[in-house]
């Protein structure tokens, strides 16, 4: 398996913008993560899915952050209007139910908002 | 709500010396336990994890981890540091339903 692909990788914008990062899980996972990785404030859950259902969003930040899982295979993660306090590495990771909550990380996106 | 703190965000220690990384956990229920390992420009990957088992787990490339209740700690170790191993180690601490949190990371330096 390839694992958790991220995409852009790199992600450059005008604050205002909207953003949107996509992520594709480990085939099989039936739970998805995002998480924010900043300086500040360390590696900060978003929120996770199980089966393609929202299951907690306490971490999303306000409203101007939305994640939608449409498919077992798909999920992105948008942020509109994007604001330069966004800036951030944003993973996502998948896991399989039963393993003792390993994690799969992909390789994240670098997101800057100008 | 569960939760850990990791002890000090840049250690440094010489090739062949002993790695030390702190981690102490707050949970209400026995907790499972993890240290993740972040090489740059990549994502986490799972180095070792304690779900009930034995009190000292080893995990990938020579690192270990002792779980001490008493101490509501789980540090990190390995005998021997290797220049491979520089890299951001993350402590985090789950209650179940594959929900982690994590600790905000130790950046471990080695020199030569």
């Known amino acids: 398996d390839a694992g958790v692909i991220q995409s852009p990788r790199h992600e450059v914008t005008e604050m205002g913008q909207e953003v949107t990062l996509r992520c594709k899980p480990i085939s099989g996972h039936d739970y998805l993560f995002w998480y924010r990785q900043t300086m500040m404030r360390g590696l900060e859950l978003l929120i996770y899915f199980n089966n393609n259902v929202p299951i907690d969003d306490s971490g999303m930040p306000e409203d101007r952050f939305s994640a939608k899982m449409p498919n077992a295979s798909f999920s992105t993660l948008k942020i509109q209007p994007s604001e330069p306090r966004d800036s951030a590495v944003y993973f996502c990771a998948s896991s399989l139910a039963g393993t003792d909550e390993k994690l799969f990380f992909g390789s994240g996106t670098q997101l800057s908002v100008l | 709500a569960q939760s850990v703190t990791q002890l000090g965000s840049h250690v440094s220690v010489s090739e062949g010396a002993l790695v030390l990384l702190r981690c102490n956990y707050s949970?209400?229920?026995?907790?499972?336990l993890f240290w993740y390992v972040q090489y740059p420009n990549q994502g986490l990957q799972l180095l070792l994890k304690y779900t009930s088992a034995a009190t000292l787990v080893k995990g990938i490339n020579g690192f270990e981890a002792e779980f001490k209740k008493s101490e509501t700690s789980f540090h990190l170790t390995k005998p021997s540091a290797h220049m491979s191993d520089a890299a951001e180690y993350f402590c985090?601490?789950?209650?179940?339903?594959?929900?982690?949190?994590f600790g905000t990371g130790t950046r471990l330096l080695v020199s030569p």
């Open positions: 949970s209400s229920v026995p907790p499972y």
């Open positions: 985090a601490v789950s209650e179940g339903f594959q929900k982690l949190v």
